[in-house]
């Protein structure tokens, strides 16, 4: 039985950002707009919009302001601007959904240069919640999305972190990743009652700081 389904990434990040100590682990969130998107790009100077409905990094755009320039990234063609107006424009032919979000832009720690995430997958079995799997998934050559079916390759999360970060870090942030999976697990299942399976999506930043980008119901 593989529980409720919810496609719509908004109402899963808004229900984690419920608990204080969750949202410290949540890049800044928005829906897409001209208005969100420049004020977050002069913030951070990163951002990553995504559709709200979606996995497998479709439609996934990396989004970049240094130095007066604009630019994006889509697979792994980059697009540069001089002003926010004809990127946006451009953006918005590229967009492959109607509604978006824009999401705080992390620098991953990498592996060669190649950035890698992690997927921790849970699913509840006679009552209980149990853990499947954790894995690292490492982009491909050239591109900034780690999606397997992308070409990412799959590495167990201790060799990732162990690669990413130093061997020592590995045990602390493996255990870290699942107290938070046990937090957001509770939050989750008390707001969405019904659910049978997650898919959390987590990042570490270059300092070792765990990000969570996403919440899957439907876990591949």
Known sequence: ??????????????????????????PQTRLYSADSLRSMLHQFGMVVIKPLRGGG?????????AGGVYGYTYMSRRHNFGSFEAMFRSLNRVKVGRRYMIQQGIHLARISGRPIDYRVKVVKENGAWVYRSMVGRLARPGLFVTNLCKGGTMLSAREGLGRSLSRRASGRKRREMRSLTNTCVQILESRF???????????????????IFEVNTRPQ
């Open 57 to 65: 990094g479709y439609g996934v755009i990396k989004v970049t302001y």
């Open 1 to 26: 039985m593989a529980g409720r389904q919810l496609a719509n990434k908004w109402l899963k990040t808004e229900a984690l950002l419920s608990n204080a100590d969750v949202a410290a682990h949540i």
């Open 193 to 211: 009652p019904g659910i049978g399976q997650l898919g959390f999506d987590y990042g570490v930043d270059r300092s070792g700081k765990i990000w």
